[in-house]
């Protein structure tokens, strides 16, 4: 009797600690303009990213998983801001990511958000040099990871 009891108990205790593994289906560039516009590095950084993030939530990451995240890249914007006073300059740049997530469970859309993330840097100068029209790699991976987090976040998991 005590042992089937003790049978009982370890296979009571092993189906309580069962836990869902996730997998990162898919991230598709949808961004139209710019420069990452269909840029496939940046979809395979956002994955990993992606990952990332869901292990520091102490979640597993499986192959073959019922649980999948898609994910869609909607929009990449840098607003420049400069302020300029004689001889000394304040620029501005803001990035901003827009991506979209869905959780998909047993082949079935369960849940869809949507999270913006974006990266601030704020430079002064005595004098300018301005190359213009190009941003901060820095900043990007500050927004990509500020909103993959966002998106982890708003899913629930």
Do not use: W
């Not at 300059?89 to 979209?100: G, L, R, W």
């Not at 047993?106 to 029209?133: E, F, M, R, W, Y």
Request: glycine share 6%; net charge positive.
């Amino acid at each position: 009797m005590k042992l089937f009891l003790y049978a009982l108990i370890a296979l009571f205790s092993l189906q309580a600690s069962a836990q869902d593994y996730y997998t990162i289906a898919d991230v598709q560039n949808n961004i139209a303009l710019g420069p990452l516009a269909g840029n496939r590095d940046i979809a395979f950084g956002v994955k990993n990213i992606l990952e990332e993030v869901i292990q520091d939530k102490g979640l597993d990451l499986g192959p073959n998983s019922s649980h999948q995240i898609q994910v869609s890249l909607l929009y990449f914007d840098v607003k420049k801001t400069n302020m300029q006073f004689a001889v000394v300059s304040k620029n501005s740049d803001v990035t901003e990511i827009i991506a979209q997530a869905q959780l998909i469970v047993n082949g079935k859309g369960k849940k869809k958000v949507t999270a913006k993330g974006t990266a601030k840097s704020i430079s002064t100068a005595t004098l300018i040099i301005d190359k213009g029209g190009k941003f901060s790699q820095a900043n990007v991976s500050t927004a990509l990871k500020k909103v993959c987090v966002e998106l982890i976040d708003k899913l629930k998991l």
